[in-house]
């Protein structure tokens, strides 16, 4: 069974910044897209970032991207997203995410997996 863990999560004032970490467990997963959604209360849950495997293709959402560097670490399955100059509107959950495959019996499987998500608060 896929398992993805984060953190990073916390209260901090408007301007500040913040570090999200997550890694995904087990050698015989391949981690081909990770990165994070957040979702504030009442909406729905919106992406944030991704970075690939192998060529490392990078994405951010338009509301953070110039202030955010998403970055993983493959020999860990790590991934990394420094948030600055945080504001008010970036007040909500974040979720990890990786997806990607392994071999069982044989068969590829695919899997999408969440981590079970961070409070991230800024304060004006």
């Known amino acids: 069974q896929v398992q993805v863990g984060g953190s990073g999560g916390g209260l901090v004032q408007s301007g500040g910044s913040l570090r999200h970490s997550c890694s995904g467990s087990g050698s015989i997963f391949k981690f081909e897209t990770m990165g994070w959604f957040r979702q504030e209360s009442g909406s729905p849950r919106e992406f944030v970032a991704l970075i690939t495997d192998g060529t490392s293709t990078i994405i951010y959402a338009d509301s953070v991207k110039g202030r955010s560097t998403i970055s993983r670490d493959n020999s860990k399955n790590a991934v990394y997203l420094q948030m600055n100059n945080l504001k008010p509107e970036d007040t909500a959950v974040y979720y990890c995410?990786?997806?990607?495959?392994?071999?069982?019996?044989?068969?590829?499987?695919?899997?999408?997996?969440w981590g079970q998500g961070t409070q991230v608060t800024v304060s004006s």
């Open positions: 995410n990786a997806a990607g495959q392994y071999y069982k019996g044989g068969l590829k499987i695919h899997f999408d997996s």
